[in-house]
């Protein structure tokens, strides 16, 4: 997901300020994405330079305009909403990677770097559930934690399997 893109969804209601782009946008994401204010500007400022926002009253500086969407970025907002954005995990990312270097180094215990990346998955999985019980400020917030819970759900489960194809690979 794009912080454009997210602006653009917030600004579809009504004109906010920078500011309040950045309160509005932490709030429905549940904190996950936290964006710096300066984020928040030089994205407008670049929405503005493409046509898809404008701003609306009578700010005298960055910092005291109000922004509106346009008519250009309605209709970007709705291909945003329309495309599909499945995403696959990066296979580049750190633990596969390691795991992929692991299983062939001869001074690695590969069962136990997977047992301990298991663990700080189940630990994670026992926060995020801490955290879904506490409660949420709305459903997006929900959404987010939940996407979160059923990705550290499947990690946990890949490393499973990882455990069980060196077991496999161990009785050859």
């Known amino acids: 997901m794009s912080v454009r893109h997210g602006l653009l969804a917030l600004l579809a209601a009504t004109p906010h ?3 309040e782009l950045r309160a509005e946008f932490e709030r429905r994401t549940g904190g996950t994405w936290p964006i710096n204010i300066g984020q928040v500007y030089s994205t407008l400022g670049r929405l503005q330079r493409d ?25 970007a907002l709705a ?10 995990p990066d296979p580049r990312d750190e633990l596969t990677i390691k795991l992929a270097l692991a299983v062939d180094a001869d001074d690695v215990d590969v069962r136990d770097v997977v047992q ?3 663990a700080a998955g189940i630990e994670r999985l026992r926060d995020l559930t801490a955290q879904k019980r506490s409660g949420t400020s709305g459903l997006g917030a929900e959404l987010v ?3 979160r819970i059923f990705d550290t759900e499947a990690l946990v489960r890949w490393l499973d399997h990882v455990e ?8 050859q």
Do not use: F, M
């Open 17 to 19: 300020y920078g500011a």
């Open 51 to 75: 046509g898809l926002v404008e701003p609306v009253g009578d700010g005298t500086d960055d910092y005291r305009k109000e922004y509106a969407i346009t008519a250009a970025g309605r209709e």
């Open 79 to 88: 291909h945003w909403w329309d495309d599909p954005s499945l995403t696959n």
């Open 116 to 118: 301990r990346h298991r």
């Open 145 to 147: 934690l939940e996407r």
């Open 164 to 171: 069980d194809r060196l077991t496999t690979k161990d009785g």
